[in-house]
């Protein structure tokens, strides 16, 4: 029995524990001092009269406000709450808990101050207006949970105006961690990136990005099927022609993949396929049990939609597949966003890179791979895990000198110096909270 035989008696737990305990702390993160107050001296040094000279040196040298505030390690997490995980058009209301999660993982895990923005706005041109606005407080913008097609627009108008950069975790963090999977899953079958034909299941903001990252890592577009929810795409796909300029990237997927011309819908596309890379709607049942026998031998299948795959594990694996993984951290191979948002924004803030480009994400792609491999890859072990922290460095270092050998970065530093550095901030972040823990100031859970 593999790590992805789960007892469907124990899938909802985690939904249980999770109200009660988001009710008991009230949400999961907050707001503390890094300087110390010793007595009320120490409050004309941190605020009036002390703090007017840190103003008055910004004020004159504006980039001084990386040194005297913490707008280097400073980044917002952004939704407008209209794509929420699985559930869809929650609100900003039903989206906080989720952006509250986003913000814990970057400091755990990469000793990033991260603040939640859920917007009561839904309209693109707002969105794009509140961020530019909030740019002097931040330096750095996480994207999250905002609707196709407008998430695209969203994210090319802020990064083509914005000076710092700016990242849709649910495109570009979704690829990074595809894309390494996929290249750790295919080591173990013997296969490689160029030789296989690869199966994208849902084309939304995660599908979309993941072409665009394998055309990147040199997959040839052509050996690639995507399939929406109205089928293969491919030149002849009316619907999506008539529509090219709100789905600009989706018509670009009908353009340039789908060699072989294949129509149908997913059961058609997966016949005879190495990989399936689906991130579409919760299931089960999206993808069945008989479309996974036709695949190739050792096929590889990544289920990643949340809270529900679109086929359970144990499922796929009695089809015929090889290596199985999915977005849930209960199962074996999860292939979750938290292995690199934290690590490539760490780089990026570090470096103060100007954007995140495909050629960054790869490179942290690769870095993900690589730290998997050197603790030796399993079918049941194709990625780390949150638990391997150690990783988050490697990424950062991986994104920084992407950065710097693209001329995006604004500070010039050497890969050891970056990686003591990265190292010491995300142990600091995991060891406050150990204190904090350990002190009885953060409670434990009752009984």
Request: glycine letters at 8%; proline letters at 6%; aromatic letters at 6%.
């Amino acid at each position: 029995m593999t790590a992805n035989a789960k007892p469907k008696a124990t899938l909802q737990q985690p939904s249980v524990d999770a109200l009660e305990r988001h009710s008991f702390y009230h949400g999961k993160i907050q707001v503390l001092p890094k300087c110390p107050i010793r007595d009320s001296r120490d409050f004309a040094v941190w605020y009036t009269p002390g703090v007017a000279a840190p103003c008055k040196a910004i004020h004159a040298q504006p980039e001084l406000v990386y040194q005297h505030t913490n707008k280097a390690n400073m980044i917002a997490v952004v939704s407008d709450g209209t794509r929420v995980l699985g559930l869809g058009n929650i609100g900003p209301e039903a989206g906080l808990p989720v952006m509250e999660g986003k913000a814990l993982l970057f400091k755990y895990l990469g000793g990033v101050d991260a603040v939640p923005l859920c917007l009561g706005t839904d309209e693109a041109d707002e969105i794009v207006r509140t961020v530019q606005v909030l740019e002097p407080s931040f330096g750095g913008i996480n994207l999250e949970d905002i609707e196709q097609p407008k998430c695209f627009d969203v994210l090319d108008r802020l990064r083509a105006t914005a000076e710092i950069p700016v990242w849709h975790d649910d495109q570009q963090g979704s690829a990074v961690v595809a894309v390494a999977g996929v290249t750790n899953a295919l080591k173990i079958v013997g296969k490689t990136l160029g030789s296989v034909r690869i199966v994208l299941v849902g084309m939304g903001a995660a599908n979309v990005a993941t072409f665009r990252l394998l055309k990147a890592a040199g997959v040839d577009p052509a050996a690639i099927v995507g399939c929406d929810s109205q089928g293969i795409l491919h030149r002849e796909r009316r619907d999506v022609a008539e529509q090219r300029e709100r789905y600009r990237q989706k018509w670009r997927v009908c353009e340039e993949s789908n060699g072989d011309d294949r129509r149908g819908g997913i059961a058609e596309a997966l016949e005879g396929a190495d990989v399936c890379l689906a991130f579409s709607r919760p299931g089960p049942d999206v993808i069945k049990p008989e479309w996974i026998q036709k695949m190739a031998k050792d096929a590889v299948v990544f289920a990643c939609a949340n809270p529900v795959p679109e086929i359970w594990p144990w499922e796929a694996a009695e089809a015929g597949a090889r290596i199985v993984a999915t977005g849930r951290s209960d199962f074996a191979n999860q292939v979750n966003n938290s292995l690199g948002f934290p690590g490539i924004f760490r780089g990026v803030l570090d470096v103060r890179a100007r954007t995140i480009t495909d050629g960054m994400a790869l490179a942290a792609a690769n870095a993900l791979a690589q730290s998997a491999d050197k603790s030796g890859l399993t079918e049941d072990r194709i990625l780390p895990t949150m638990s391997d922290w150690e990783v988050s460095p490697r990424v950062a270092v991986a994104t920084a000198m992407a950065a710097q050998a693209e001329g995006v970065a604004q500070l010039s530093r050497d890969p050891d110096q970056l990686l003591v550095e990265a190292t010491a901030v995300i142990r600091n972040a995991r060891e406050s909270l150990e204190v904090l823990m350990s002190s009885g100031l953060i409670k434990p859970v009752p009984a």
